[in-house]
């Protein structure tokens, strides 16, 4: 058993092509900890979001910090998205979701304050590796 910290995880290279605006992942949990299971501690500033994207298990995300959003798109299209407005949900410190599997959904900092939170989710297999989401 190894104890972490989620604010002092090594810090995890940002794929720009997955977020829009500045973002720090720390990756608390990973393939060398778990053979299941991945874990991050995501700081979303000021605006920041993930772009539209979906997991092959479930994602778990807990607020830590600030104001969040999270949305999911109608009927998973993906070429023509179309969020509704209904399916937006603010997240404050302490708040917890589960996005369901392949479901495409994005989440972030709301445009007034930071944002951050936990994701936790099963690790994908790529080519029978297990492959990080983020």
């Known amino acids: 058993m190894q104890k972490y910290n989620i604010y002092t ?4 290279n940002v794929n720009s092509n997955y977020f829009t605006g500045e973002v720090i992942i720390r990756e608390v949990i990973g393939e060398v900890d778990s053979a299941e299971q991945e874990v991050y501690h995501v700081t979303f500033y ?12 479930d994602q778990i995300l807990i607020a830590t910090k600030g104001l969040g959003v999270v949305g999911m798109v109608e009927g998973g299209r993906v070429l023509k998205p179309e969020v509704n407005i ?3 949900t603010f997240l404050k410190e302490g708040d917890t979701v589960c996005i369901p599997a392949n479901i ?14 936990i994701a936790i989710m099963k690790m994908y297999k790529l080519n029978g590796d297990e492959k990080s989401l983020l």
């Open 9 to 12: 995880a090594k810090e995890k």
């Open 46 to 57: 000021n605006g920041a979001l993930t772009t539209l994207h979906y997991h092959e298990s």
């Open 86 to 88: 209904n399916s937006i």
């Open 104 to 117: 495409i959904h994005f989440h972030g900092a709301s445009n007034e304050e930071d944002f951050s939170h």
